[in-house]
């Protein structure tokens, strides 16, 4: 177990090299060249945020750092380094032990799958995501608010492909209420919407939604549960990666209470390849991950950015990384000078060391530190060599990760695909009727027709009528009881009055709390 306030990283020369647990949340930055140690720094750390009670969330873009779920073991190839190296830093209660994972996956494939809707996801997030212009936005928008106003719940792709077809046909009505609707913003955003969906995408937005909590939590042992991400075919689409990265950071800031600076962080994020989050991206989009990096910190959440060149972090963002272990960089090109000599530029300078030479000097499994200090100042760069995992470097089999899937706290909850009435089939129930009526006006008159209720019922109506069939259903089930000598303390008028409250907190949880959280973004986003 590690020390309760610190994580051990390393040893420079006879010092120790620490990590400050109430430190944590000021984020960090892991860089080096491949093959230097990065992942296995970054496997080192996530066991230690474990062992000392803190959740971990972890992309694994390679497939590797699903190892940490296994102990490691003696026969490993490299076993005799790990060993030799723990040794080395007078590690004497070193011995190889596991770790409590579960596994995600937005595709379903390797994890859990994580699903939002695209009523929570909201137009702006989506507009990026689509790299939709002004004017598309400002149309995706309408489609959102229409949608709100009619309590149809947007749930996955399809349910706004069909409110977007919807728009276009109502398109001038739509235009006298809202402003401006022109079917060919319509057709280029569906146009968007079929590439995204050819990405993958479609399986990202659905139900179940992902319940942020279930990414805080420990074991039994009140070891914090390090949650892998299967990010080997997401960061093909770098784009819904990094706006999955914005969606999930502005939900844990919407979910997670205001803590400032506590002991320890409650959660803390690696994300391996971080260039991708920024490759190819606008300024507006690097500005918006740069305030939401900057307020997530408040909620006790520590970010941590792995990649091979610090320059692929924007300055603004690089600046708010207060802890760095940085492996070794190779001079090749001009942009790998400039890297080293920027890496170099943002430690605390030790008189000491050369930190430029060194940079392209060390060993794997070496690395610069440099990590806050409890008043908050960064401490003089060392260069460390750094602690070996306890857990199996290297992937784990299809068998083991069917094991731990089957024994995780969530099985059976994500694993199914819930799909409730929403727009899509509601649209089309209006279609249907629409035409069912026009035939009724030919057949009895316009007059005839307008005395009865309107085929398709509203929210508030189908959630009441399900409450009074309850009410109904309870009380002939009383009366047959009493008929059969049974008796029963349900009250039928209270069970159907709460099955109505029910349809209707159900009915409107979209539409409701997806415009909460769209306006939290929203004010990120702006």
């Known amino acids: 177990m590690a020390d309760a306030t610190e994580i051990f990283l390393g040893l420079a020369g006879d010092e120790r090299q620490s990590l400050n647990l109430a430190r944590a949340n000021r984020h960090g930055l892991i860089a080096g060249a491949t093959g230097t140690g990065k992942t296995v720094t970054?496997?080192?750390?996530?066991?230690?945020?474990?062992?000392?009670?803190?959740?971990?969330?972890?992309?694994?873009?390679?497939?590797?750092?699903?190892?940490?779920?296994?102990?490691?073991?003696?026969?490993?190839?490299?076993?005799?380094?790990?060993?030799?190296?723990?040794?080395?830093?007078?590690?004497?209660?070193?011995?190889?032990?596991d770790n409590p994972a579960i596994f995600w996956d937005l595709y379903g494939k390797q994890g859990h799958p994580i699903r939002t809707t695209i009523t929570e996801m909201g137009p702006l997030l989506l507009a990026r995501l689509m790299d939709l212009n002004d004017t598309q936005e400002g149309v995706l928008n309408i489609v959102f608010r229409f949608a709100d106003e009619e309590g149809l719940l947007l749930l996955n792709l399809d349910d706004l492909q069909s409110m977007l077809a919807y728009t276009a046909e109502n398109a001038k009505q739509l235009s006298a209420k809202y402003g401006n609707v022109s079917k060919a913003s319509v057709g280029a955003i569906q146009r968007q919407l079929l590439q995204l969906d050819s990405q993958g995408a479609g399986q990202f937005f659905g139900e179940p939604a992902?319940?942020?909590?279930?990414?805080?939590?420990?074991?039994?042992?009140?070891?914090?549960?390090?949650?892998?991400?299967?990010?080997?075919?997401?960061?093909?689409?770098?784009?819904?990666?990094?706006?999955?990265?914005?969606?999930?950071?502005?939900?844990?800031?919407?979910?997670?209470?205001e803590v400032g600076d506590p002991t320890k962080p409650k959660l803390v994020f690696f994300f391996d390849e971080a260039h991708l989050l920024f490759d190819d991206a606008p300024k507006a989009l690097e500005d918006k991950i740069e305030q939401v990096v900057r307020l997530i910190r408040s909620k006790g959440v520590g970010v941590f950015f792995v990649t091979q060149n610090p320059v692929d972090i924007p300055e603004e963002i690089a600046g708010q990384l207060g802890n760095r272990v940085q492996h070794a960089l190779r001079a090749f090109t001009p942009r790998d000078k400039k890297a080293i000599k920027a890496a170099a530029d943002t430690f605390r300078i030790n008189p000491d060391l050369d930190v430029e030479q060194a940079i392209t000097e060390l060993r794997v499994g070496e690395a610069l530190v440099s990590t806050l200090l409890e008043d908050g100042a960064p401490s003089i760069v060392q260069r460390t060599l750094i602690k070996p995992p306890r857990s199996r470097l290297g992937p784990v089999t299809v068998k083991e990760r069917a094991i731990m899937q089957s024994i995780s706290p969530y099985d059976g909850k994500y694993d199914e695909e819930i799909d409730r009435n929403s727009a899509e089939e509601i649209l089309a129930q209006k279609v249907i009727d629409a035409t069912e009526t026009a035939q009724e006006v030919e057949e009895?008159?316009?007059?005839?027709?307008?005395?009865?209720?309107?085929?398709?019922?509203?929210?508030w109506e189908k959630a009441f009528s399900r409450g009074a069939k309850v009410a109904m259903g309870s009380a002939a089930g009383m009366a047959a009881s009493t008929m059969l000598g049974k008796k029963s303390r349900a009250n039928p008028v209270h069970s159907g009055v709460t099955s109505a409250v029910g349809s209707v907190v159900t009915d409107l949880a979209g539409p409701v709390a997806g415009r909460f959280v769209r306006n939290l973004i929203g004010g990120l986003m702006r």
């Open 210 to 257: 992902l319940e942020i909590d279930d990414f805080i939590k420990c074991d039994d042992q009140g070891r914090g549960y390090i949650n892998v991400l299967a990010a080997d075919q997401l960061m093909r689409s770098p784009k819904l990666y990094a706006t999955f990265l914005l969606w999930l950071l502005a939900e844990l800031f919407e979910t997670l209470p």
């Open 444 to 459: 009895k008159g316009e007059a005839e027709v307008g005395k009865r209720s309107r085929k398709s019922k509203s929210i």
């Open 42 to 97: 970054l496997q080192g750390l996530a066991e230690s945020f474990s062992a000392n009670g803190v959740p971990v969330f972890v992309a694994d873009v390679k497939g590797d750092l699903s190892g940490v779920s296994m102990s490691g073991s003696s026969q490993f190839k490299h076993a005799d380094k790990l060993e030799e190296r723990a040794s080395e830093l007078g590690m004497n209660d070193y011995a190889y032990s």
